[in-house]
């Protein structure tokens, strides 16, 4: 069974340009996440998506950082435009999980490295 | 909120046992988790305990003790590929498959 797949790797822009990250999670599975994280910090959740429903988008920084989930499958997240302290990883994780059920493994993708010149 | 602590490094011999503490603030939470990252590598599930108490999977072993907002990862016979960051992460009440992580602890086992 393929893992969850993120793209790219790693990506090296100039401040104020775009950047977007795409993910195609676990087949079957129903919540997605995007977290940020920071060299030598633990992953912070930006948005949770079930299936096409973003639920939890309070720590997205909605200025600049926009995410979808078409179709309940695929997401993508962007940024526009890119700042300095945006430099992170963006990992995308998935998970099977049933509302009111704490019992939770996410699968986590390898991350997309952002550096911000 | 939620908060939780981790020592930031932690460093052991090979065949050692090594505990890395997790202490929490949280309001609420169904379980407390346990992941590990390799360098430049994704954050991948080690354990699960929702009850207090110790949860065994080879040669890793989780507790939790709610009581005293506490857990631990143990590791036994420590091999060289066990170096790697781990975070502890727990899943707070009325916020579906939410999970909060610690700051994390880097293990570096020597030979």
């Known amino acids: 069974e393929a893992g969850v797949v993120q793209s790219p790797r790693y990506k090296i822009i100039e401040k104020k340009q775009p950047v977007a990250f795409w993910c195609n999670p676990i087949s079957g599975h129903n919540t997605l996440y995007w977290y940020l994280q920071n060299l030598g910090q633990g992953p912070e959740l930006l948005i949770r998506y079930e299936n096409e429903e973003a639920v939890d988008d309070s720590q997205l920084p909605k200025d600049r950082f926009s995410a979808e989930r078409l179709k309940g499958v695929d997401s993508t997240l962007k940024i526009q435009p890119a700042e300095l302290g945006d430099s992170a990883v963006y990992l995308c994780a998935s998970s099977f999980s049933s509302r009111g059920s704490g019992a939770n493994v996410l699968t986590f993708g390898a991350g997309s490295r952002l550096t911000v010149l | 909120g939620q908060s939780l602590e981790q020592p930031s490094e932690v460093t052991a011999v090979e065949g050692a046992i090594v505990q890395i503490n997790c202490t929490y603030q949280?309001?609420?939470?169904?379980?407390l988790s346990w992941y590990q990252q390799h360098d430049g590598g994704a954050p991948t599930f080690l354990s699960y305990n929702a009850l207090d108490g110790l949860e065994e999977t080879g040669r890793f072993s989780s507790f939790l003790s709610r009581s005293d907002s506490y857990g631990y990862l143990l590791l036994q016979e420590l091999q060289m590929k066990d170096s790697a960051s781990y975070f502890c992460?727990?899943?707070?009440?009325?916020?579906?498959?939410?999970?909060?992580f610690g700051q994390g602890t880097e293990l570096s086992v020597k030979p």
């Open positions: 992460a727990v899943s707070p009440y009325n916020q579906g498959g939410k999970l909060i």
């Open positions: 949280t309001s609420g939470f169904y379980g």
